[in-house]
């Protein structure tokens, strides 16, 4: 475990211990609120720090507010607490006018005495981009998903130009400049409490007791237990109807689905889809669906001294039996990723030639083309977290292990209880890492560049470790393009050099599910998995 995670831990731990650990019962927190069932236990309450996971799909929006906010059907940029936008003519300037009167919540350390501010912009994106700054180093000092972005080198500037007004300046032209600024990580928080933390030597409680904007306040943790909010009084829009939001985080898999079934939780997210049969008979029971934003995939390790071999790799995508996956995984709410991108996304290029069908002969003459003539022994690391990408990680990763073993290569699987491998293991000592993807808005360079790029390599996304100039050298000019059909010859390009060079293997777009006991209305899906709660309320 490294040292971002030491210290994220232990300023954790000691905020899940304060006090006693009393449990109230379902019972009465349904009276008024409701309980999800979540995932894992986070170990930071700012989004900035980590890249994925219940922070990023859940919490992130009940907690923050950001600039813009994504419109989950045409996935264009809509305001949140900017109210409007202008860009120079060359692209390299933008201009955000702020909401007004937009309160910010407290806690019991400090109670904010302004709304929102241009200063507070200023002061939540120039932590992540100013190594100087006073916070960056705080809490470990990496921001992976920004970093995998080069979000620090394509900002030359952040100006508060007006009291509610900030001018960001670009170092060249990104057409996902706007988009990533919609981001689930893309939080705005308060400096003035930042500063008081620091003033008073705690300033790690600034990603760890959080103040934010946004319709709920983070008031309990008990690690591996329990994640409590409330709502937000004087929420800028409309005062949540929900008073109080409990996440349990307990236990996975079938012990969600039996605390579903007997009302000790209200809500769960990405069920095993095996599951899916039960709860859908169930009366008292609601499920929603829709097409999610995402990829499961295969990352092959290109520091692993076998991988190396460019045959091998491509001999393990002809040994991949997808179909089979599909349905032994999947039971029919999956669909083949022929690409990185989903199907949906405008810049998709699907392979249908035989060439990237299951072919286990093929895999077996490209081993033998390559001189390999003894059995592979690969290390497999995977999740046990159901994800809306992957809803059995474990029962994938076997089958993997089996379609493998057939074609001469032994794969030895190692798991573990944590959907992120950024903090639970050294990469480096894995050939294969299975994991997946879900993007934060629409645009192709959102699933490209946080998990394939040199810049995701050195923030620690790229799983696969793999960092090639000519793919990075596509994207680059895909975001400087203002035409869409200029920007989809270079991203078809972007995945030819993939489907070439075999750094992953796409195996499955999953659907988003959600599962609710029919009392609770206004609950949605958002294919960027970031719906705040604010809507929510319980209809007997």
């Known amino acids: 475990m490294g040292v971002l995670q030491r210290v994220l831990l232990a300023g954790l731990t000691l ?48 907690l923050f507010n950001r600039l813009l906010r994504i419109d989950p059907i045409t996935h264009k940029p809509l305001p949140e607490l900017a109210t409007q936008w202008t860009i120079s003519p060359d692209g390299l300037e933008y201009i955000f006018d702020l909401r007004t009167n937009v309160s910010f919540y407290s806690n019991d350390l400090f109670a904010p005495t302004r709304p929102l501010s241009a200063k507070d912009v200023v002061f939540s994106f120039q932590r992540i981009i100013d190594k100087t700054h006073p916070y960056h180093a705080i809490s470990g000092g990496k921001y992976p998903w920004f970093e995998s972005l080069g979000f620090p080198l394509l900002i030359d500037r952040i100006e508060a130009i007006a009291p509610m007004q900030v001018k960001f300046v670009l170092q060249r032209p990104d057409n996902s400049f706007l988009a990533n600024l919609a981001s689930s990580y893309a939080i705005i928080t308060s400096q003035e409490y930042a500063e008081f ?4 030597g705690r300033p790690s409680d600034l990603d760890h007791l959080p103040i934010g904007t946004g ?77 999610g934003m995402n990829v499961s995939f295969l990352a092959l390790n290109q520091d692993s001294p076998y991988l190396k071999n460019k045959q091998l790799r491509q001999a393990i995508r002809y040994a991949i039996n997808q179909e089979k996956l599909l349905n032994a995984v999947y039971y029919g709410t999956g669909q083949a990723a022929n690409s990185v991108l989903p199907p949906t996304s405008w810049a998709s290029t699907p392979y249908t030639s035989t060439a990237s069908v299951f072919n286990p002969l093929k895999a ?87 998990i394939l790029s040199c810049d995701a390599k ?30 989809l010859t270079y991203y078809q390009l972007a995945q030819e050099i993939l489907y070439d060079e075999v750094p992953i293997i796409p195996l499955a777009h999953g659907m988003q599910y959600q599962i609710h006991h029919r009392s609770l209305q206004g609950l949605t899906l958002n294919p960027f998995g970031n719906a705040p709660f604010t809507h929510v309320y319980r209809h007997e």
């Open 15 to 62: 905020f899940g211990i304060v006090g006693c650990y009393e449990i109230e019962s379902p019972s009465s927190v349904r009276q008024t609120g409701f309980i999800y069932c979540g995932q894992e236990s986070p170990i930071t309450f700012n989004p900035q720090l980590v890249n994925g996971g219940l922070l990023v799909d859940t919490l992130s929006a009940q």
């Open 197 to 200: 933390l620091l003033r008073s």
């Open 215 to 291: 319709p709920f306040s983070l008031t309990k943790f008990v690690k591996n237990e329990e994640i409590r909010l409330s709502h937000h009084k004087e929420y800028w829009q409309d005062v949540p109807k929900m008073e109080q939001i409990v996440f349990d985080i307990s236990n996975r898999g079938a012990g969600q689905l039996a605390k579903l079934i007997s009302k000790e939780c209200d809500v769960l997210s990405a069920p095993i889809a095996s599951q899916l049969p039960i709860m859908d008979t169930h009366p008292e029971l609601q499920i929603q669906s829709q097409t």
């Open 364 to 450: 077996q003459q490209l081993l033998l083309e390559a001189g390999i003539t003894k059995r592979i022994p690969l290390r497999l690391w995977v999740s046990l977290d159901s994800r809306p990408y992957n809803p059995s990680p474990k029962k994938t990763a076997e089958l993997i292990q089996s379609n493998l073993r057939a074609v001469g290569i032994d794969v030895q699987i190692y798991h573990h209880e944590n959907s992120d491998p950024i903090e639970t293991k050294n990469l480096s000592q894995f050939d294969l890492i299975l994991t997946g993807w879900i993007a934060d808005n629409g645009d192709p360079d959102s699933f490209l560049r946080p």
């Open 458 to 487: 050195q923030a620690g996304l790229n799983f696969a470790n793999w960092c090639h100039l000519p793919f990075d050298n596509l994207l680059e000019l895909a975001l400087r393009m203002p035409n869409q059909a200029q920007r």
